[in-house]
């Protein structure tokens, strides 16, 4: 298929791209760079670009005749969101609403969403299925939400397929160490955490220690990047044979604690940098994890690098080889 890949210059997106080439597609990547790079786009064509600039995409849509639309591109930061909630409404909601627009025009077969399981907000449950009623309590989640509405409104007045997957903790990096997590400034624990083993961080907090959960501190579903981009490889699949749009969580359903996330980073690296105890963060659930038995039974898919361990080394391989990079 030739396939359009917004934001596919970003961290998840550059893994999705290299699983596509391989599985041959044909890619084009729409990115503005903003936290994404060239060196990520390991396969296809990159146009430099941002949604905002809708002649911009259009021109990409007329040159391209694309059966599949797959997109990344938007900001990812829960606290900015708060800080900043037009950002993402406009980031995240317009521009989405901008290719919705012209996948509509063009009259694109299929597209691949990433949402994400702040949509789910702070649910009573600890293990979520995709039915529970979305109750976003951040602008990020309510922006991610919003956008799932419009793909859906749009499928049911055209002959638009969809699949939105509803992202949990992603973490680590391409096991070969050609991809990984670039992102300035991020705040995801595995990543702040690998940040302090090279020592491009002096040290961490642990937000929360009081959470009703085995030692106080919070847990997530924390999926392998690579397994999360073989289920959008999947998903193109599943709708290229007829398969019908359909809302799926990607998690593997069971989850670690902060403490648990720190001490593998710790044992794995040997390095013991420091970590301080400090009060919650605002907005997070004590436990969150994916129901995954839909994803399971809908595209088949099973994971391949469901382990701690794994998802941590390939995160602590990549922020050496990544922090070596930079300071050359
Ligand atoms: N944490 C720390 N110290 C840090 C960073 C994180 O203790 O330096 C803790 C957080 O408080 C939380 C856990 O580690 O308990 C995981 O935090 P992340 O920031 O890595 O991830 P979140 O669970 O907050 O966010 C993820 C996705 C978001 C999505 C959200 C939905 O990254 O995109 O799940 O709940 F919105």
């Given at each position: 298929m030739k396939v359009l890949v917004t934001g596919g210059a970003g961290y998840?997106?550059?893994?999705?791209?290299?699983?596509?080439?391989?599985?041959?597609?044909e890619?084009?990547?729409?990115?503005?760079l903003s936290t994404g790079y060239r060196w990520a786009v390991t396969c296809g064509e990159l146009v430099v670009g941002d949604l905002a600039d809708e002649q911009a995409l259009e021109a990409v849509f007329r040159a391209h005749s694309f059966e599949?639309?797959?997109?990344?591109?938007?900001n990812i930061v829960v606290p900015e969101s708060v800080s900043n909630p037009?950002?993402?409404?406009?980031?995240n909601t317009?521009?989405?609403?901008?290719?919705?627009?012209?996948?509509?025009?063009?009259?694109?077969?299929?597209?691949?969403?990433?949402?994400?399981?702040?949509?789910?907000?702070?649910?009573?449950?600890?293990?979520?299925?995709?039915?529970?009623?979305?109750?976003?309590?951040?602008?990020?989640?309510?922006?991610?939400?919003?956008?799932?509405?419009?793909?859906m409104d749009v499928a049911a007045t055209s002959d638009l397929k969809?699949?939105?997957?509803?992202?949990?903790?992603?973490?680590?990096?391409?096991?070969?160490?050609?991809?990984?997590?670039?992102?300035?400034?991020?705040?995801?624990?595995?990543?702040?955490?690998?940040?302090?083993?090279?020592?491009?961080?002096?040290?961490?907090?642990?937000?929360?220690?009081?959470y009703d959960t085995r030692d106080g501190t919070c847990i997530r579903d924390y999926i392998h990047v690579e397994d999360l981009a073989k289920a959008h490889v999947m998903a193109l699949a599943y709708m290229a044979e007829g398969g019908k749009?359909?809302?799926?969580?990607?998690?593997?359903?069971?989850?670690?604690?902060?403490?648990?996330?720190?001490?593998?980073?710790?044992?794995?690296?040997?390095?013991?940098f420091p970590v301080t105890e400090t009060g919650r963060r605002a907005g997070d659930p004590a436990a969150l994890?994916?129901?995954?038995?839909?994803?399971?039974?809908?595209?088949?898919?099973?994971?391949?690098h469901d382990d701690l361990d794994i998802i941590v080394q390939t995160a602590l391989n990549w922020e050496k080889s990544w922090q070596a990079r930079k300071d050359a």
């Open positions: 998840i997106g550059s893994h999705v791209v290299r699983q596509l080439g391989q599985a041959g597609h890619v084009v990547v729409y990115d503005n599949a639309v797959l997109h990344f591109a938007a037009l950002k993402y409404y406009s980031n317009r521009n989405t609403l901008n290719l919705l627009k012209a996948i509509d025009r063009h009259q694109i077969p299929y597209m691949v969403f990433s949402s994400t399981a702040a949509v789910y907000g702070m649910p009573e449950q600890t293990v979520l299925t995709e039915e529970l009623p979305l109750a976003p309590i951040n602008p990020y989640g309510a922006s991610k939400m919003m956008s799932e509405r419009m793909i969809y699949v939105i997957l509803r992202y949990f903790n992603v973490a680590g990096a391409n096991p070969e160490g050609v991809l990984g997590q670039a992102t300035p400034e991020a705040t995801h624990l595995i990543k702040v955490a690998c940040e302090c083993v090279t020592g491009a961080r002096e040290g961490m907090s642990v937000f929360g220690t009081d749009s359909d809302v799926l969580n990607c998690g593997y359903g069971r989850g670690f604690t902060v403490r648990e996330v720190i001490d593998v980073v710790q044992r794995l690296s040997g390095v013991e994890m994916a129901d995954n038995r839909r994803i399971s039974r809908v595209l088949g898919w099973v994971p391949d």
